[in-house]
């Protein structure tokens, strides 16, 4: 026994001389302060406070250079003053989670596997960016890249299936293609497949007596199968003083009950195919040595009959609450999305399904020295098609989200600490508010970075 003992332990310490071990951390502190978010009437506006933090450590374990494994925690978005999360008088709370843990194998130089809980998104995050459970196959050569996915957003369902008809939950496949012609100039296309079996969907629909009531929509002994697309071609060019980065992206689905006993299927509802596009644009200028403008450009397609139009991947979350899973930044500070890296409180201008969108904005960034940049921001949102809304009783259309300025710095304090202090405007439309209040609201802060 002492015998197996020693050979397991020098085993052990023979693996631990050749590996690898690295890690690291990012820190993220926020505190701001404003009336977003609490309402579009100065009279009922507060001016409330939100301090948080995000604290992710990684850690690394190389074996050799076919096999690594890398695990990243986080603590965060924990806001201070909530006793029941930790971040209040009492500290302990359970605020721990695990964000990555994967496992690279890489055969050759050209070709890598990465098997795990990974982050995946496409190039420009409108149709799905997010963690995700499930396994990549990577091939590299002189100018061609492909990478090839299997995703899990849900697995579960398995019970809802009899022996014609098949039920995995939700999978998602992803093919990445992308091509260099040339030094600083690449195309690519991005394909994205959701296969999704669920028996299960609330929506609130009025009842007899107007009231509005959380219903399933997949009638019982059926099951609701969705097969949706989306093909996302793509272009990045850097021309010197002149940078560029598209993708358009066309998407259609279509959608059947299937019965799980001997009876006849249900029939879908009217429209049982989707369809609708989205174009994203970024691209940047630089003016002079210290001037460059950037251009933030994004539509969404629309329908006035609420039919086709553009939707985002939408899986369910830890409630078993579906929701899109797509995070777009405009670069604002207000009129962004809710998960995107920016603000804490936010009006996300995304979410106006049929109504569509289209929402540029523009940034001049001054760089005053090495240390410290100034940025200047404007951006306005407004619908493809009119929104309702009440005013004295009488139904009026607009198609205005908001307008918003945003004035901010990025300060590099020392090696590894960066201060983003930050003042942000925003005058919203009757479209965004739906009332006929659209008083201003506001926010400032500061957002200390942290890496090592």
Not at 136 to 147: A, H, R, S
Not at 231 to 254: E, H, I, K, L, R
Not at 267 to 288: C, E, I, N, P, Q
Request: net charge negative; charged share 25%; glycine share 10%.
């Amino acid at each position: 026994m002492k015998k197996l003992v020693t050979v397991a332990l020098m085993l052990i310490v023979a693996t631990a001389a050749l590996a690898e071990f690295d890690g690291g951390f990012k820190v993220r502190f926020r505190h701001e302060m404003g009336t977003v978010g609490t309402s579009y009437d100065a009279d009922s506006q507060t001016f409330k406070r939100a301090v948080d933090f995000r604290f992710r450590p990684w850690f690394g374990y190389k074996v050799n250079d076919m096999l690594s494994v890398k695990w990243q925690g986080e603590i965060g978005d924990s806001y201070f003053g909530n006793p029941s999360d930790g971040t209040g008088v009492a500290t302990d709370g359970k605020t721990f989670e695990t964000k990555h843990l994967y496992m690279d194998v890489k055969p050759s130089k050209e070709m890598s596997i990465r098997l795990g809980l990974q982050g995946y998104a496409d190039p420009h995050s409108i149709v799905f960016d997010d963690d995700i459970a499930g396994v990549n196959f990577g091939y590299k050569m002189d100018q061609m890249k492909l990478v090839l996915g299997w995703f899990v957003p849900y697995d579960g369902g398995e019970s809802n299936k009899n022996e014609e008809t098949w039920s995995f939950g939700q999978s998602m496949f992803a093919a990445d293609f992308g091509y260099e012609v040339q030094k600083g100039m690449n195309v690519g296309l991005n394909a994205i497949f959701v296969i999704s079996s669920i028996d299960e969907y609330f929506m609130d629909i009025q009842d007899e007596d107007g009231n509005m009531v959380s219903t399933n929509i997949v009638p019982e002994g059926n099951t609701w199968k969705t097969t949706s697309m989306y093909f996302s071609p793509n272009f990045q060019g850097d021309f010197g003083m002149f940078n560029v980065n598209t993708q358009f992206t066309y998407f259609m689905a279509s959608h059947e009950f299937e019965s799980l006993t001997d009876e006849d299927a249900e029939d879908f509802y009217d429209d049982d195919t989707d369809s609708g596009m989205a174009f994203s644009l970024k691209a940047g200028v630089k003016a002079t040595d210290e001037l460059g403008i950037r251009l933030n450009f994004l539509y969404l397609s629309s329908d006035d009959k609420g039919e086709e139009y553009y939707m985002p991947t939408q899986f369910p979350d830890k409630n078993m609450e579906y929701k899109s899973r797509w995070f777009p930044s405009s670069g604002l500070e207000i009129l962004t999305s809710s998960g995107a890296p920016d603000g804490m409180a936010v009006v996300s201008p995304y979410g106006q399904g049929p109504a569509g969108l289209m929402f540029p904005a523009i940034f001049a960034d001054y760089m005053i020295n090495k240390e410290l940049t100034v940025s200047l921001g404007l951006g306005f949102g407004m619908t493809m098609e009119d929104v309702s809304y009440l005013k004295d009783g009488e139904e009026e259309t607009d198609t205005m989200l908001g307008t918003e300025v945003d004035l901010k710095a990025n300060w590099k304090l020392f090696d590894k600490l960066k201060a983003v202090p930050y003042a942000a405007f925003l005058l919203p439309g009757n479209a965004l508010s739906k009332t006929d209040k659209t008083d201003m609201q506001m926010k400032v802060g500061m957002t200390l970075h942290l890496g090592m």
